[in-house]
């Protein structure tokens, strides 16, 4: 298990270098066979339910971050199951971004 807690004014640039830092490392060590997510977009910046500043870009980028992984240890599985997010527009918005690029439609 690898817990990496986010100051609660994390931003983008926080955001990257956990999950460069502290969590790809930890996957690629654990080399899944198959990777769930549990995808949470809360943490988006017009998101009030936390101080968090995260944007589209982000929820894509990390999208394309686990499908890599995915590649590399799990052929390619990917399970992801829509956590949370309260701020209906920027909801949408991140999930479309989220689902496009697990489809490689971006």
């Known amino acids: 298990r690898v817990s990496?807690?986010?100051?609660?004014?994390?931003?983008?640039d926080d955001f990257r270098t956990a999950v460069n830092g502290?969590?790809?490392p930890a996957l690629a060590g654990f080399q899944p066979?198959?990777?769930?997510?549990?995808?949470?977009?809360?943490?988006?910046?017009?998101?009030?339910m936390s101080g968090v500043s995260l944007l589209?870009?982000?929820?894509?980028?990390?999208?394309?971050?686990?499908?890599l992984?995915?590649?590399?240890?799990a052929s390619g599985r990917v399970v992801s199951m829509?956590?949370?997010g309260y701020e209906l527009r920027s909801?949408?918005?991140?999930?479309?971004?989220?689902?496009r690029?697990?489809?490689d439609l971006h």
């Open 82 to 84: 829509l956590e949370g």
């Open 33 to 48: 066979e198959m990777v769930f997510v549990s995808a949470g977009f809360d943490g988006h910046v017009d998101d009030d």
């Open 91 to 99: 909801l949408a918005r991140s999930v479309v971004a989220h689902v």
């Open 22 to 24: 502290q969590w790809l």
């Open 56 to 67: 589209d870009a982000d929820y894509q980028w990390v999208t394309e971050q686990i499908l």
């Open 101 to 103: 690029t697990l489809m």
């Open 4 to 12: 990496v807690p986010l100051p609660a004014t994390a931003k983008s």
């Open 69 to 73: 992984v995915a590649q590399s240890h």
